[in-house]
């Protein structure tokens, strides 16, 4: 008996010590950010969802560095004739609608009956970010390597695989659903708990980003009117009430026995604080490259949701 705990004490840590090696060693390098299109990713700053831009990337495009601005960093009248060149992005692992692609669709338009309350709500938004968020994410950028950045943000898409799962079933797309499902199991053993996207880096496997927002678009349900949320940025009723269901699909909400907890809050802050120090930048860009930055904020929530839907 005493030889035989003796073996598995010995084997522990090499087992571990193996697993660690394959990870780091046998994968291709870390993903440098979560390429997550959730719109509220960009909680705070107003910025739906981003590609991955660096932040020396936020020298701004054509002529928008020439204009003035307002206390708010709004585009004054000599700077009208600016065009908005900030929504350039790449494609997302899950293939989902670019600000590019978005940017590049008819004109859409969605109601703004308490336009006021909103307006406050952005400035407010735009404060936090300039006067907290911003300062917290370049001090968290500068504490934590990348490559750790990289290994949070991995974590943090694996364990919202629920959220994907069951809205793909709901959207009426069970092999995406299957999919997500196959990559949440790779990911959270070979992938040592989600730390690594072993599913895409070591198997090619890419999934489909989806939301509960999403599938009530998918079954007619729109928009209603334009609603900017404290702290969360762009929204709707629909996609609010969206948020609060996916809230319930994440594991990280149950790490209390209350659903809105100080634990369940405080990992969703840090999710946040991970993923926009990728991001740093960006939504400067947009500011200084829009006419008004409120309503470019608007206009490409509104398009990059409707072509999300469409998809």
């Not at 390429?35 to 495009?61: F, H, L």
């Not at 895409?200 to 007619?220: P, V």
Request: glycine share 8%; with cysteine.
């Amino acid at each position: 008996m005493t030889l035989c705990l003796k073996r598995i004490n010995f084997l522990r840590p090499t087992i571990s010590l193996i697993l660690l090696l394959f990870l780091f060693l046998g994968c291709p390098p870390l993903h440098a950010a979560s390429d997550s299109p959730d719109p509220n990713i960009s909680a705070v700053i107003n910025v739906p969802a981003a590609g991955e831009q660096s932040e020396e990337a936020g020298s701004v495009p054509v002529t928008a560095a020439e204009k003035s601005s307002d206390e708010y960093g709004n585009v004054t009248e000599e700077a009208g004739s600016v065009p908005v060149t900030a929504a350039e992005k790449s494609s997302d692992e899950y293939g989902n609608v670019t600000e590019e692609e978005a940017a590049a669709g008819e004109e859409l338009r969605i109601a703004d009956p308490i336009e006021p309350f909103n307006m406050a709500i952005y400035h407010f938004n735009d404060k936090v970010y300039f006067w907290v968020w911003k300062p917290l994410a370049h001090g968290y950028k500068y504490v934590v390597p990348e490559e750790v950045r990289g290994l949070f943000s991995s974590f943090y898409e694996n364990i919202k695989a629920p959220i994907r799962i069951v809205n793909n079933l709901l959207q009426g797309k069970p092999r995406f659903a299957a999919i997500e499902l196959a990559k949440f199991f790779i990911n959270s053993t070979l992938g040592v708990g989600g730390l690594r996207d072993c599913a895409k880096e070591c198997f090619g496997i890419n999934g489909r980003y989806a939301d509960f927002g999403q599938t009530l678009g998918k079954y007619g349900v729109g928009f209603g009117f334009y609603l900017v949320l404290p702290f969360l940025g762009p929204s709707s009723p629909r996609d609010g009430f969206g948020w609060l269901v996916d809230w319930t699909l994440r594991p990280t909400t149950y790490v209390s026995s209350e659903w809105f907890s100080p634990e369940s809050v405080g990992l969703y802050v840090h999710e946040k604080v991970n993923d926009t120090s990728f991001h740093l930048g960006e939504y400067e860009m947009i500011k200084e490259a829009a006419i008004d930055p409120y309503v470019a904020m608007r206009d490409i929530y509104i398009q990059y949701r409707t072509k999300l839907i469409e998809r």
